[in-house]
């Protein structure tokens, strides 16, 4: 559970990251999904859907119009893909558990990013508190990914 709550983490901050970072480790064999309901994951057309929407987040997020990540819609997605990329790290026998974690924590650590980003924007801007997120984020999520492989 550890890997599904770590992934919450980073969902907290940008909602496709974790969906991406599981869909693109399992296309590439790095992570086992077995022929569940997450195989889905593995399709590469999939995982470069997953990266194309990551990317498009990120450079959204430097955008003076960006809504907040706490809005609720942002949170749905938040948890929505933080709990399929929790159920897609837990073992089989855990998924659900591993979606319950993944979900819950990425909206709950929503709350601490955004406060964190709102208090560093005034000094460094959008730009730049965006870009600093963004490696946080890719950062953690290729090292969560990488911890759990196959």
């Known amino acids: 559970m550890l890997a599904s ?7 907290g901050q940008r909602a496709m990251t974790p969906l991406a970072a599981v869909s693109i480790a399992a296309a590439r064999g790095e992570l086992r999904l077995g022929q569940g309901p997450l195989k889905w994951l593995a ?10 929407l990551a990317i498009g ?6 955008q003076k119009t960006a809504p907040d990540r706490i809005v609720p819609i942002g949170l749905a997605a938040r948890f929505t893909t933080s ?7 837990a073992s089989p026998k855990h998924r659900w558990l591993g979606a319950a974690v993944g979900g819950v ?10 406060r964190g980003r709102m208090a560093a ?7 730049k508190t965006g870009f ?6 890719l950062a953690g999520a290729v ?6 492989k196959a």
């Open 83 to 89: 709990a399929i990329a929790g159920a897609a790290l």
């Open 121 to 127: 924007l005034g000094r460094y801007g959008q730009t």
């Open 5 to 11: 709550f770590k992934m919450g983490l980073v969902g």
């Open 57 to 62: 987040e990120m450079a959204g997020d430097k």
């Open 143 to 148: 090292g969560i990914v990488r911890g759990r």
């Open 43 to 52: 399709n590469p057309l999939v995982a470069a859907g997953t990266l194309a």
């Open 105 to 114: 924590t990425a909206v709950i650590a929503s709350y601490p990013g955004w």
């Open 132 to 137: 600093a997120e963004d490696a946080a984020v």
